[in-house]
């Protein structure tokens, strides 16, 4: 039954291969496999290209998939490997495997998968709890009573429980394997500016092997932290997207001594791109 769900399963998506619209880059060419893209947001003043960084990690490994901070800045090139089949055109819904052209500094691979962490240890701002924490922080700023320090600790522990209690966060890190259903991605149309063609990137698990019935994809979007840093991961927000070619730029060497040598380093590298 496996075997022949197996066989049912391939034919289907070499159907939809086949049926299925092309993906193009920012110049209107095809996406190929293989081909080094850079990941930029649809809209530019929300932030720059996609990256690699290690600022959830104290030990820098694995390398996160992050957003520049700037819009001038296209981040680091990343390639599209289809799955399954051995198709040279990236093609809509069909699942595939990203992986970030660098010199990975870390043991295993720069693909991407879904990494599951705990909010409370790095603050991600995720919902209407942490808007309520943020009103009541600045409210007792402004008391300047003379137990406010004592307050002020009391708060301290209150806000400890609270990041306890919100659920974990999926972000994107690389160490993925292909075709496996955390390391499994689609790449579906998104409208939402009519006339400028973009995308939207969803994590699909079910695509690649997963034993959950759920016939499910996640958007995969910018979660940020307190600190203001931007990561990518699961989430029901859209993140439209473009692919812009890279070709003609130097191969990037990501390193992992600290985030803001990483940043140094991948900026430069990505105002070479421009």
Not at 102 to 123: A, F, L, M, Q, Y
Request: with cysteine; aromatic share 8%; hydrophobic share 30%.
């Amino acid at each position: 039954m496996k075997i022949t769900f197996s066989i049912i399963f391939i034919t289907a998506l070499s159907l939809l291969s086949a049926t299925s619209a092309t993906i193009y880059d920012s110049s209107g060419n095809k996406l190929l496999r293989g081909t080094s893209y850079y990941i930029v947001p649809l809209l530019r003043g929300s932030g720059g290209g996609l990256t690699v960084s290690s600022q959830s990690h104290k030990n820098a490994c694995p390398l996160d998939i992050t957003q520049e901070p700037f819009e001038v800045n296209n981040g680091v090139p990343f390639t599209f490997s289809p799955i399954l089949l051995d198709a040279q055109v990236i093609r809509e819904a069909y699942p595939v495997a990203i992986e970030a052209d660098v010199i990975n500094p870390c043991t295993g691979s720069t693909i991407w998968t879904v990494t599951t962490e705990k909010n409370h240890d790095h603050g991600f701002v995720t919902g209407k709890k942490d808007d309520d924490k943020k009103k009541k922080d600045d409210d007792d700023k402004k008391k300047k009573d003379d137990d406010k320090k004592k307050k002020d600790d009391d708060d301290d522990d209150d806000d400890d429980e609270d990041d306890k209690d919100r659920p974990p966060v999926q972000i994107v890190t690389t160490g993925g394997k292909f075709n496996k259903p955390e390391s499994c991605f689609q790449i579906v149309e998104n409208n939402m500016m009519p006339g400028l063609q973009s995308y939207q990137i969803q994590n699909c698990p079910f695509k690649c092997g997963s034993s959950s019935t759920g016939l499910v994809c996640y958007n995969i979007g910018v979660i940020a932290d307190s600190d203001g840093n931007r990561y990518l991961g699961r989430t029901d927000a859209v993140f439209p997207v473009v692919f812009t070619n890279s070709y003609g730029t130097v191969r990037p060497s990501a390193k992992t001594s600290s985030f803001s040598e990483i940043s140094t380093k991948v900026s430069t590298f990505s105002r070479s791109g421009k």
